[in-house]
């Protein structure tokens, strides 16, 4: 027997090498054809340059890689990283090309703060990623010894700290660029993977000092406080802590610093993931002595100081012009003015180019209301990532127009004087006159998108929940949906799996790059859901629970309003306006289906109801068909009919096997005809451009 085992492993053995032989040839052609496609965008004329482009190409190589059999989610990821690579080769060429003083000889010195390894080098690596070879990285002490070696000459460039996301801002660095005569000509963000490591892998509890940076400390401080048993000590930068532990070869000694850094110093990572919250980005300004001139076609930030005048309404004033010449602010961070108590300087950055006329026509207003102003230079953003469809769809209905000869639908112009009788006031056009649009990590809703959110009733298992996450990115769907609390007619119906479901969602959602909706049922869960989903779903059944209602109006997430099923369309929004009135303006409603006489469907689905409330509110209007109609056979088509009579999107059920399903099996789409789905949404979305 034992015998015969080894005779049939030889040629398996042989066959291995043959495979890995073939695999190296395959990987050594693609990095080939890689640097092929760098030349050729390196012959690209400057004209040829369109913002835009890489989404349509993206479409037609995912369809491409349908037809070799390649999982379109993955196609989709590779393509999207080797556009990016390529679009900042493309964008440093532009660069180049535009800078007005360029550097002397061929090297380029770039200053950081700390030593190799630290977070500030990692960013110094990315950004210079076309250039490395030419770049030489000169480790400082501080902040202020960075940039004054740019000043000075000692260095072309400095890497500075501007903003966490989970600690805020690095009031140090606002309160230099204030001092210094130097330009922002980048910015740059780190996703932050905070990891504790030590000279092995040592298990936590032999762990007695944990060194790092403070930011870093106070990013984890969650996951210390867990560690009693540990004390805590402050170092320059991570990179200074890691060392630290490497220098003094001690088992109880272990640092908090970025992954790549463990790996620069021979240390092993004892554990990832350690930061309070997962999404945690660092976002950094590239500086030089002079500025850049971007060519208008790049999608840049420009960011300023301003003191406002000593008078009623000044900032508000400043605002009015940025908003008049549609300038879109991405931050406005005040610091106290250095030795003047009690003044301010405002740090304001926002969407445009100095090279815009827009942007010189809105300084040049802005430099009236202010009493001090200080451009500190136009950069490419990096801030909105990779764009997803639903902000190409935005700039696509904003540049086309529908028909020259159709006049487009009449809705309310400015605001209109409330009406004496209305249960509502915030949720209507007369407070607010234009569309609400919400941003849900990259998607977009409302203001002329077409969301699709799509998911089972119920998260059922981990496998049930990753199958429909991955059949909802691979067919370009936005939003994950999944009850985990299930409010079921019968109570012996599967209730769903509470927070253990929302947890699998969560996961589902974050590997598929996914926002994810649940229903919350209860008051007290509300604020513990909030924490893991993206949007909170009110269902049906609970559209005037008035402490429900006051509950999710006091949380800072999206809502989804589902439409009671004998609620008028002025009870919708009354309910809508509960949310409101707490603080919470981030209302999306939903038309779900209403009790009639008929019963042919599981409801009847009240398409007029998304015509007259986009007229009377400006909040987006989602339509949910599945619940609606009861049936997968009416899907697809109420589906077109929801994106026709001019709704923000749609809510609909799929499952792995419908047959199977624990809830609601009838009225969920399969994958296959969830993919029809998206394509007739396709063909129509073409057909009414
Ligand atoms: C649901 O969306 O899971 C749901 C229960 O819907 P509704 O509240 O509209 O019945
Ligand atoms: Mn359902």
Not at 238 to 252: E, F, G, N, R
Not at 275 to 300: H, S, W
Request: hydrophobic share 40%.
């Amino acid at each position: 027997m034992a015998r015969k085992q080894e005779a049939e492993e030889k040629p398996v053995v042989a066959e291995d090498s043959a495979t890995s032989e073939k695999l190296r040839q395959i990987d050594s052609e693609l990095i080939r054809l890689l640097s092929e496609r760098k030349k050729a965008i390196a012959n690209i004329p400057e004209a040829g340059y369109q913002i835009g482009e890489e989404e349509a190409l993206l479409s037609q190589i995912i369809n491409l890689g349908k037809k070799y059999d390649l999982d379109a989610y993955f196609v989709n990821k590779i393509f999207k990283d080797i556009q990016d690579y390529f679009k900042r080769l493309h964008q440093d060429r532009l660069a180049d090309y535009h800078r007005q003083a360029t550097v002397a000889d061929d090297q380029i010195v770039v200053a950081f703060q700390g030593i190799e390894g630290a977070y500030s080098h990692l960013v110094g690596q990315k950004f210079f990623a076309s250039r490395l070879d030419r770049v030489v990285f000169k480790g400082l002490l501080t902040f202020r010894a960075i940039l004054e070696a740019v000043e000075k000459g000692g260095a072309d460039y400095a890497i500075l700290p501007i903003e966490n996301t989970t600690a805020g801002s690095i009031n140090e660095s606002y309160d230099l660029l204030a001092q210094t005569k130097l330009s922002i000509i980048g910015e740059e963000i780190l996703p932050v993977d905070h990891c504790l490591m030590a000279i092995e892998n040592v298990p936590l509890s032999r762990i007695r000092r944990i060194y790092s940076h403070p930011q870093a400390l106070a990013q984890c401080s969650t996951f210390l406080s867990s560690l009693d048993h540990c004390t805590v000590e402050s170092f320059v930068d991570t990179a200074m802590a890691i060392k630290k532990v490497k220098d003094d070869q001690d088992l109880s000694e272990a640092a908090i610093g970025s992954e790549e850094a463990a790996q620069l110093y021979g240390l092993t990572v004892v554990k990832r993931d350690i930061a309070n919250t997962r999404e945690n980005y660092t976002r950094f300004f590239i500086v030089a002595r002079e500025p850049v001139k971007y060519d208008e076609r790049i999608p840049c930030k420009t960011s300023l100081i301003i003191a406002t005048k000593h008078v009623e309404g000044a900032l508000v004033n400043c605002l009015n012009v940025l908003a008049k010449h549609h300038l879109n602010l991405t931050k406005l961070e005040s610091r106290p003015r250095a030795n003047v108590p009690w003044e301010y300087l405002f740090y304001v950055d926002f969407e445009g180019n100095l090279e815009q006329p827009n942007v010189k026509i809105g300084l040049e207003e802005l430099t009236g209301e202010v009493s001090f102003m200080k451009v500190l230079g136009s950069y490419p953003a990096k801030t909105n990532g990779i764009r997803r469809q639903a902000d190409t769809e935005i700039a696509a209905r904003n540049t086309t127009p529908i028909s020259d000869t159709e006049p487009p639908p009449e809705r309310p112009k400015g605001k209109i004087a409330i009406p004496e009788k209305k249960p509502y006031r915030l949720a209507g056009r007369f407070t607010k006159a234009e569309d609400t649009r919400l941003k849900v990590k990259n998607v977009v809703i409302g203001g002329g998108t077409f969301v699709v959110m799509a998911g089972p009733c119920a998260v059922e298992s981990d496998e049930q929940i990753n199958l429909c996450a991955r059949a909802v990115a691979e067919n370009g769907g936005d939003i994950l949906r999944g009850g985990v609390f299930k409010p079921r007619t019968s109570p012996y119906s599967f209730q769903g799996l509470g927070f253990e479901g929302l947890e699998l969602m969560a996961h589902a959602g974050e590997r598929y790059g996914l926002p994810i909706i649940t229903e919350v049922l209860h008051p007290t869960d509300a604020e513990k859901i909030a924490k893991r989903a993206d949007i909170l779903q009110i269902g049906a059944r609970n559209m005037q629970n008035f402490p429900l209602l006051r509950e999710v109006g006091r949380l800072n997430k999206p809502i989804l309003l589902k439409r009671g099923m004998m609620a008028s369309i002025d009870e919708l929004l009354a309910a809508a306006e509960y949310i409101l009135s707490q603080g919470n303006q981030q209302v999306i409603l939903c038309e779900r289906g209403i009790r009639t006489f008929e019963t042919a469907t599981r409801n009847t689905l009240d398409l007029s109801a998304v015509p007259v409330l986009k007229y009377h509110s400006h909040l987006p209007v989602i339509v949910d068909p599945s619940h609606a109609s009861g049936d997968w056979k009416w899907i697809i088509p109420l589906v077109e009919a929801s994106l026709a009579v001019g709704a923000d999107g749609v809510i609909v059920e799929i499952h792995p096997e419908p047959e199977k399903a624990m809830s609601d099996g009838e009225q969920s789409l399969n994958f296959k005809n969830f993919e029809v789905m998206m394509k007739r949404l396709q063909r129509l979305k073409n057909l009414l451009k």
